[in-house]
């Protein structure tokens, strides 16, 4: 699980790169974090939680999620800007996958039906489409080793598969119970080298991680991503959900790799 990778969610083609506002949130505290902040060892049962959560979302055939954004960009003279954004993922494993990204200045949406993967920007009426490989989990590869693109909250498609990222994580602690809208959730708190996070997960028989945060502590500022979602696990999109037909007005374009040429000199 490469939790630094959230910080990267940001979505680009042909240099563009994602950004928006994002509603305000009305939550409420259940349980107050401890009085002083103390330095604690790993507890087992944040580790468990981590892995309930996780076998969760890989049993999950298909689902929809809404999900509000909200990231640090540190400037030179140590400022933070905050740079926000929506997103509407549709999934249906293996092979079906969109999201719809919506900023205040830009808007992508993300297509794959199992056989290609298109990148379409509805506001300049461009698109890219390429071959795509049979499953998600590669195809998000794909994206990220040959295109240099972050699927947006990559990582619930990753989660607790990694036996060994348990032995990155330095600190787990229970911080307390927590309102998030309606849904009580158990917020936790893991401490890594380079970054700290916190997680809160729902209450019950559905584990849903419902709120992230990470703080990255290796570079200037201490920039901070937050992630609030909201999940409907007994949707099943349809096909045409995942494919795209361009209009006469669309006008297709290369999205170029990112991998060194091949080509002898």
């Not at 997103?87 to 293996?94: E, G, N």
């Not at 808007?107 to 390429?130: H, N, S």
């Not at 295109?147 to 032995?167: C, K, V």
Request: glycine share 6%; aromatic share 8%; charged share 25%.
């Amino acid at each position: 699980m490469t939790l630094r990778s959230h910080c990267l969610t940001a979505l680009a083609l042909a240099g563009l790169v994602l950004a928006g506002p994002v509603p305000a949130q009305e939550d409420a505290a259940v349980t107050a974090p401890p009085e002083a902040a103390v330095e604690v060892a790993v507890e087992p049962a944040a580790l468990d939680a981590l892995h309930r959560m996780g076998a969760y979302l890989r049993g999950l055939g298909s689902f929809t999620l809404k999900a509000e954004d909200r990231i640090d960009e540190v400037l030179e003279n140590g400022q933070k800007i905050q740079l926000n954004k929506t997103i509407d993922i549709k999934v249906r494993k293996p092979d079906h996958l969109r999201a719809d990204i919506v900023t205040d200045r830009k808007a992508r949406v993300i297509y794959y039906d199992g056989k290609q993967f298109t990148l379409y920007a509805p506001e300049g009426r461009y698109y890219a489409t390429v071959d795509a490989p049979p499953t998600i989990r590669e195809l998000l590869t794909l994206l990220t080793e040959k295109y240099g693109i972050e699927f947006p909250l990559q990582d619930l498609f990753y989660w607790g598969t990694d036996a060994a990222a348990d032995a990155d994580i330095q600190q787990a602690m229970w911080v307390g119970a927590s309102r998030i809208g309606k849904q009580l959730t158990d917020h936790y708190a893991f401490r890594q080298a380079d970054v700290d996070w916190q997680i809160w997960i729902a209450q019950g028989d559905e584990p849903l991680p419902l709120r992230y945060v990470i703080t990255t502590k290796d570079e200037p500022g201490e920039p901070q991503f937050m992630a609030d979602m909201a999940w409907n696990v007994k949707a099943t999109p349809n096909d045409g959900v995942f494919t795209f037909s361009p209009a006469k007005e669309d006008e297709p374009i290369e999205i170029l790799s990112q991998e060194p040429s091949q080509a002898t000199p």
